[in-house]
């Protein structure tokens, strides 16, 4: 499957932005997916994964109550609406997903197995 992400731009701290991730390929339905997220002289971090079923969701401790991961398996399209933004925030997000289940942990990014091409997204103070 292939997945491209969309939808970053710059936003003043405490403003939203809705990120998207297209798939292509594949029916998207039987894939947990995933948002990660690279800043500046940092290491990819997991945001936030929702198993293929839907009934799990994992958000890492500094998004909670702010990002939402949703997903549109009619349009194969993956969601991540971000509110209340901070300057730490600013990273290059990538979508990510895998077939079945989740696996793994945040350390080893749930193993997923499909990656898009980032999307930059800066959070001015």
């Known amino acids: 499957v292939q997945l491209q992400a969309s939808g970053g731009g710059a936003v003043q701290a405490g403003g939203s932005l809705r990120l998207s991730c297209a798939a292509a390929?594949?029916?998207?339905?039987?894939?947990?997916v995933g948002w990660f997220r690279q800043a500046p002289g940092r290491e990819r971090e997991f945001v936030v994964v929702?198993?293929?079923?839907?009934?799990?969701?994992y958000n890492a401790d500094s998004v909670k109550g702010r990002f939402t991961i949703s997903r549109d398996n009619a349009m194969n399209t993956l969601y991540l609406q971000m509110n209340s933004l901070k300057p730490e925030d600013t990273a290059v997000y990538y979508c990510?997903?895998?077939?079945?289940?989740?696996?793994?942990?945040?350390?080893?990014?749930?193993?997923?197995?499909?990656w898009g091409k980032g999307t930059q997204v800066t959070v001015s103070s």
């Open positions: 990510a997903a895998r077939r079945g289940s989740l696996d793994g942990d945040s350390n080893s990014g749930y193993h997923m197995s499909y």
């Open positions: 390929g594949r029916t998207f339905t039987s894939y947990s």
């Open positions: 929702k198993d293929w079923s839907g009934r799990t969701t």
